[in-house]
């Protein structure tokens, strides 16, 4: 039986995260996989000729370049594109209840103080005169 390693294993092996051994499995499928049940498992020599490439000069400048940039179907682009203009409206909206929270707040905490006022003024006029004449 070929030696294999899971994917925790390839990325502890590569350096890397186990979720971009799991996208660059889905991405390029350079790198062949075995499913045994609900386990993936990566032959370890493909590991090891992953490793040894990263490791050669000339390889690092394309990872490099790769990794700056990502290969995305229009419709998908177009549909994010979609959701971060959704999402800046919606900042947009949540800063301006933010902006009109605050002012409504500063203006109950003043008819707050207000209420108060009125409140001793009525106390004190519920008081007979003979005893508001005395403070």
Do not use: F, H, N
């Not at 889905?26 to 993936?40: I, N, P, S």
């Not at 900042?91 to 500063?106: F, G, V």
Request: glycine letters at 4%; aromatic letters at 4%; one cysteine or more.
């Amino acid at each position: 039986m070929t030696e294999r390693m899971t994917i925790e294993a390839a990325a502890k092996a590569l350096g890397v995260s186990p979720e971009a051994v799991q996208a660059y499995l889905e991405r390029t499928g350079k790198l062949d996989k075995v499913k045994e049940g609900q386990r993936v498992y990566i032959p370890a020599q493909a590991v090891r000729a992953l490793v040894g490439q990263r490791s050669s000069p000339s390889t690092a400048v394309q990872t490099a370049s790769v990794a700056s940039t990502v290969a995305v179907p229009l419709e998908k682009y177009e549909q994010l594109l979609t959701e971060l203009g959704r999402l800046r409206t919606q900042a947009q909206w949540l800063e301006t209840c933010r902006t009109e929270l605050k002012e409504k707040e500063a203006l109950l905490l003043e008819r707050e103080k207000e209420l108060a006022q009125l409140q001793s003024e009525v106390d004190r006029l519920r008081k007979p005169w003979w005893k508001r004449r005395t403070r």
